[in-house]
C-alpha cells in the first residue's frame, strides 16, 4: 500500500503560478511512476503529467505543455507539479497518482490515488 497525500493547491490570478507536493508514504517510493490527473466539476478526469521511477522521463497533456513542470525528489519521497501561466480553465482538484514500475498516462492503471487538492484560478 501506498499513502498519498497532495499539498500546494490554493486560489491565484490568472498568469500565476502554484506548485502542487505529493507525499508519499508506505513503500518504497522510487518503485512507483507517479502520475497527476485533474478534475474539473461535470468533466471526466484528464491526465495532466507523469513521470517515470527514476525522474529521467517525464510526460505532459498538451494543454499544459511548456507551463507545467513534474519532477520527483525520491530522497524525501515526494513528487512535485510546477504550475506557471496559469489559467482559468486550469481550475479542478488535482489527484496525484502511483503504479508500480511502468509510467502511464491513463488513470484506470493507477493502483493509488491522493485525495485531491483544489486549485482555483481567477480571471
Known amino acids: 500500500q501506498v499513502q498519498l497525500v497532495e499539498s500546494g493547491g490554493g486560489l491565484v490570478q490568472a498568469g500565476g503560478s502554484l506548485r502542487l507536493s505529493c507525499a508519499a508514504s508506505?513503500?518504497?517510493?522510487?518503485?512507483?511512476?507517479m502520475g497527476w490527473f485533474r478534475q474539473s466539476p461535470g468533466q471526466e478526469r484528464e491526465f495532466v503529467s507523469a513521470i517515470n521511477r527514476s525522474g529521467s522521463n517525464t510526460y505532459y497533456a498538451d494543454s499544459v505543455k511548456g507551463r507545467f513542470t513534474i519532477s520527483r525528489d525520491n530522497s524525501k519521497n515526494t513528487v512535485y507539479l510546477q504550475m506557471n501561466s496559469l489559467k482559468p480553465e486550469d481550475t479542478a482538484v488535482y489527484y496525484c497518482?502511483?503504479?508500480?514500475?511502468?509510467?502511464?498516462?491513463?488513470?484506470?492503471?493507477?493502483?493509488?490515488w491522493g485525495q485531491g487538492t483544489q486549485v482555483t484560478v481567477s480571471s
Open positions: 497518482a502511483a503504479r508500480t514500475v511502468v509510467v502511464a498516462m491513463q488513470g484506470d492503471e493507477y493502483n493509488y
Open positions: 508506505g513503500r518504497t517510493f522510487s518503485n512507483y511512476a
